[in-house]
């Protein structure tokens, strides 16, 4: 260690430095002689090793000291392996120049991996809220279930029995106005019949607004309304999108005017789908994502990855 001559250790210490070892002074030790190591004093030169009468260094001078070594468990290896990750807003990475240290933004698309002389990206990343099961409620649960032995939350459930509406759904307490709810997630539907989604609900009578992915031939992005989780009402919008994508980003909101339906395939820039008064239809103190098979021979199912509210 750099400007420090360590030779003793005293006070009321159960330790003792005898050349370069590090020892205890004496078999007898006890937790009571333990508790007493926080008083010893480190008896050194702070600067200019070599010179000076050692003394009894303060603790601001010891931090300095080791602010200022070379930690002797950083590695280095022959390809030019890092010893730093950072994290932080994309627009706030720190510069470039220790080859091997990783990068991961808190707004971005990409995890980084700095040459030494740029930030070069190494794949997509997508920041993750981690959803928590415990904090949803059932509603309409029949033989639907849910997982989270991998991460994330699984749900799923087996064919129902194919005609009318059957949402299962998992909801919990909205957050207070205005808020968001953006949910990451990765559809599993086989069937035409099969949708998958956030919702909005009024807990008063059930009463449902939903922003679902529905699956067919093309699938379509969906808000419907429902009497409760068993009964249709009538639909607020439909809209064709010609792409499968493994991982949906749907968001929900109500910024105290309106309730807004918006989704993103990268997180970050969202498409508005749908917006409506907040109070159209029901006033939802709820909120919380479902799946549905109206279908004889297959379920189907969702992993929620993420679900952040702001």
Same mark, same amino acid.
């Given at each position: 260690?750099?400007?420090?001559?360590?030779?003793?250790?005293?006070?009321?210490?159960?330790?003792?430095?005898?050349?370069?070892?590090?020892?205890?002074?004496? !078999?007898?030790?006890?937790?009571?002689?333990?508790?007493?190591?926080?008083?010893? %004093?480190?008896?050194?030169?702070?600067?200019?090793?070599?010179?000076?009468? @050692?003394?009894?260094?303060?603790?601001?001078?010891?931090?300095?000291?080791?602010?200022?070594? %070379?930690?002797?468990?950083?590695?280095?290896?022959?390809?030019? +392996?890092?010893?730093?990750? &950072?994290?932080?807003?994309?627009?706030?990475?720190?510069?470039?120049?220790?080859? +091997?240290?990783?990068?991961?933004?808190?707004?971005? $698309?990409?995890?980084?991996?700095?040459?030494?002389?740029?930030?070069?990206?190494? +794949?997509? /990343?997508? @920041?993750?809220? !981690?959803?928590?099961?415990?904090?949803?409620?059932?509603?309409?649960?029949?033989?639907?279930?849910?997982?989270?032995?991998?991460?994330?939350?699984?749900? #799923?459930?087996?064919?129902?029995?194919?005609?009318?509406?059957?949402?299962?759904?998992?909801?919990?307490?909205?957050?207070?106005?205005?808020?968001?709810? %953006?949910?990451? $997630?990765?559809?599993?539907?086989?069937? %035409? #019949? &099969?949708?998958?989604?956030?919702?909005?609900?009024? *807990?008063?009578?059930?009463?449902?607004?939903?922003?679902?992915?529905?699956?067919?031939?093309? @699938?379509?992005?969906?808000?419907?309304?429902?009497?409760?989780?068993?009964? $249709? *009402?009538?639909?607020?919008?439909?809209?064709?999108?010609?792409?499968?994508?493994?991982?949906?980003?749907?968001?929900? !909101?109500?910024?105290?005017?309106?309730?807004?339906?918006?989704?993103?395939?990268?997180?970050?820039?969202?498409?508005?789908? &749908? *917006?409506?008064?907040?109070?159209?239809?029901?006033?939802?103190?709820?909120?919380?994502?479902?799946?549905?098979?109206?279908?004889?021979?297959?379920?189907?199912?969702?992993?929620? /990855?993420?679900?952040?509210? !702001?």
């Amino acid at each position: 260690m750099p400007n420090i001559e360590l030779s003793t250790v005293v006070d009321n210490s159960t330790l003792e430095v005898s050349g370069s070892t590090l020892r205890q002074k004496d !078999a007898g030790t006890t937790l009571a002689k333990m508790a007493n190591l926080a008083q010893s %004093t480190i008896i050194g030169r702070a600067a200019a090793a070599g010179t000076g009468v @050692p003394t009894a260094l303060t603790p601001n001078q010891v931090s300095t000291i080791l602010d200022s070594a %070379t930690d002797p468990f950083v590695r280095t290896s022959v390809g030019g +392996g890092g010893d730093s990750t &950072h994290t932080a807003a994309y627009a706030s990475r720190p510069a470039a120049g220790n080859a +091997g240290d990783a990068f991961f933004p808190s707004n971005g $698309f990409y995890v980084e991996r700095d040459t030494g002389a740029a930030w070069v990206p190494w +794949g997509p /990343l997508f @920041p993750f809220t !981690a959803p928590v099961s415990g904090d949803y409620a059932w509603i309409n649960q029949g033989s639907a279930s849910v997982v989270t032995t991998n991460g994330g939350i699984y749900l #799923s459930t087996p064919a129902d029995a194919g005609t009318g509406a059957n949402l299962r759904i998992r909801k919990k307490a909205a957050p207070s106005v205005p808020y968001t709810v %953006t949910m990451a $997630f990765m559809p599993l539907m086989v069937s %035409t #019949s &099969h949708t998958v989604g956030l919702c909005f609900r009024q *807990s008063s009578d059930g009463k449902i607004a939903t922003f679902g992915l529905e699956n067919g031939a093309t @699938p379509r992005l969906v808000s419907y309304k429902y009497t409760d989780e068993t009964n $249709f *009402s009538a639909s607020y919008t439909t809209l064709d999108i010609g792409t499968r994508p493994s991982l949906w980003f749907f968001r929900i !909101a109500d910024n105290n005017t309106n309730r807004i339906c918006s989704f993103s395939f990268d997180g970050q820039n969202f498409f508005e789908v &749908h *917006s409506v008064g907040r109070t159209d239809f029901l006033t939802a103190d709820e909120v919380g994502f479902f799946i549905q098979s109206a279908n004889t021979t297959y379920g189907d199912g969702m992993t929620v /990855l993420s679900w952040k509210q !702001a």
